[in-house]
Nanobody
Protein backbone atom coordinates (compact mmCIF):
# COMPACT_ATOMS: atom_id res chain seq x y z
CA UNK A 1 0.00 0.00 0.00
CA UNK A 2 1.38 3.36 -1.04
CA UNK A 3 1.37 6.01 1.64
CA UNK A 4 2.64 9.50 2.17
CA UNK A 5 3.22 10.27 5.81
CA UNK A 6 3.52 13.82 7.10
CA UNK A 7 5.10 14.81 10.39
CA UNK A 8 5.86 18.02 12.18
CA UNK A 9 2.62 19.87 12.68
CA UNK A 10 1.78 21.60 15.92
CA UNK A 11 0.83 24.76 17.73
CA UNK A 12 3.14 27.74 17.36
CA UNK A 13 2.98 31.47 17.84
CA UNK A 14 2.93 34.04 15.09
CA UNK A 15 6.43 34.74 13.89
CA UNK A 16 7.68 31.27 14.77
CA UNK A 17 9.03 28.65 12.41
CA UNK A 18 8.00 25.06 11.84
CA UNK A 19 9.23 22.30 9.56
CA UNK A 20 7.01 19.62 8.12
CA UNK A 21 8.29 16.43 6.58
CA UNK A 22 6.74 13.97 4.17
CA UNK A 23 8.06 10.50 3.51
CA UNK A 24 6.56 7.94 1.15
CA UNK A 25 6.20 4.29 1.92
CA UNK A 26 5.34 1.46 -0.39
CA UNK A 27 7.07 3.02 -3.41
CA UNK A 28 9.41 5.81 -4.40
CA UNK A 29 8.45 9.01 -6.17
CA UNK A 30 11.74 9.97 -7.75
CA UNK A 31 10.09 10.76 -11.08
CA UNK A 32 7.25 12.70 -9.54
CA UNK A 33 6.48 16.19 -8.45
CA UNK A 34 5.82 16.45 -4.74
CA UNK A 35 3.41 19.10 -3.63
CA UNK A 36 2.27 20.69 -0.40
CA UNK A 37 -1.31 21.86 -0.02
CA UNK A 38 -3.27 23.20 2.88
CA UNK A 39 -6.89 23.54 3.82
CA UNK A 40 -8.29 25.76 6.52
CA UNK A 41 -11.78 25.27 7.96
CA UNK A 42 -14.42 26.58 5.61
CA UNK A 43 -11.91 27.33 2.87
CA UNK A 44 -10.88 25.66 -0.34
CA UNK A 45 -7.71 23.66 -0.63
CA UNK A 46 -4.78 25.92 -1.39
CA UNK A 47 -1.54 25.18 -3.23
CA UNK A 48 1.44 25.90 -1.01
CA UNK A 49 4.27 24.75 -3.22
CA UNK A 50 5.88 21.87 -5.01
CA UNK A 51 9.26 20.37 -5.74
CA UNK A 52 10.31 18.27 -8.67
CA UNK A 53 12.04 15.29 -7.16
CA UNK A 54 14.61 15.05 -9.95
CA UNK A 55 16.63 18.25 -9.93
CA UNK A 56 14.85 19.90 -7.03
CA UNK A 57 13.12 22.73 -8.89
CA UNK A 58 10.51 24.44 -6.77
CA UNK A 59 7.48 26.63 -7.14
CA UNK A 60 5.31 28.34 -4.54
CA UNK A 61 1.90 29.79 -4.00
CA UNK A 62 1.78 33.57 -3.77
CA UNK A 63 0.70 33.61 -0.13
CA UNK A 64 3.82 31.82 1.08
CA UNK A 65 6.53 33.07 -1.27
CA UNK A 66 9.53 34.33 0.65
CA UNK A 67 8.44 32.61 3.88
CA UNK A 68 8.17 28.93 3.01
CA UNK A 69 10.83 26.71 1.46
CA UNK A 70 10.47 23.20 0.10
CA UNK A 71 13.46 20.91 -0.04
CA UNK A 72 14.22 17.24 -0.41
CA UNK A 73 16.68 14.80 1.04
CA UNK A 74 17.25 12.11 -1.54
CA UNK A 75 19.17 9.94 0.93
CA UNK A 76 16.14 9.83 3.20
CA UNK A 77 13.53 9.89 0.43
CA UNK A 78 11.88 12.75 2.28
CA UNK A 79 10.65 16.20 1.39
CA UNK A 80 10.38 19.11 3.78
CA UNK A 81 8.34 22.26 4.11
CA UNK A 82 10.19 24.88 6.12
CA UNK A 83 7.76 27.54 7.27
CA UNK A 84 9.15 30.78 8.64
CA UNK A 85 7.48 33.89 9.98
CA UNK A 86 4.23 32.02 10.43
CA UNK A 87 1.00 33.99 10.49
CA UNK A 88 -2.42 33.19 11.90
CA UNK A 89 -3.72 32.79 8.37
CA UNK A 90 -1.29 29.91 7.86
CA UNK A 91 -3.40 27.84 10.24
CA UNK A 92 -4.61 24.80 8.31
CA UNK A 93 -4.21 21.11 7.76
CA UNK A 94 -1.18 20.60 5.56
CA UNK A 95 -1.02 17.76 3.08
CA UNK A 96 1.75 16.43 0.93
CA UNK A 97 0.94 14.82 -2.39
CA UNK A 98 2.62 13.24 -5.39
CA UNK A 99 1.90 13.85 -9.06
CA UNK A 100 3.35 12.82 -12.40
CA UNK A 101 2.97 16.40 -13.57
CA UNK A 102 4.34 19.74 -12.45
CA UNK A 103 1.13 21.27 -11.22
CA UNK A 104 -0.43 23.58 -8.67
CA UNK A 105 -3.78 21.89 -9.29
CA UNK A 106 -4.59 19.41 -6.58
CA UNK A 107 -6.68 17.32 -8.92
CA UNK A 108 -3.48 16.40 -10.77
CA UNK A 109 -2.06 14.63 -7.74
CA UNK A 110 -2.42 10.87 -7.46
CA UNK A 111 -1.27 10.22 -3.90
CA UNK A 112 -2.03 12.14 -0.72
CA UNK A 113 -0.91 12.03 2.86
CA UNK A 114 -3.27 12.06 5.80
CA UNK A 115 -2.49 15.66 6.69
CA UNK A 116 -0.95 17.35 9.70
CA UNK A 117 -2.46 20.24 11.63
CA UNK A 118 -0.59 23.52 11.90
CA UNK A 119 -2.08 26.09 14.24
CA UNK A 120 -0.63 29.55 14.57
CA UNK A 121 -1.72 31.65 17.52
CA UNK A 122 -1.27 35.37 17.87
Amino acid sequence: QVQLVEHGGGLVQAGDSLRLSCAPSGRTFTTYGMGWFRQAPGKEREFVGAIWWTGGSTRYGDSVKGRFTISRDTSKDTIYLQMNNLKREDTAVYYCAAARTWSSDGSSYDYWGQGTQVTVSS
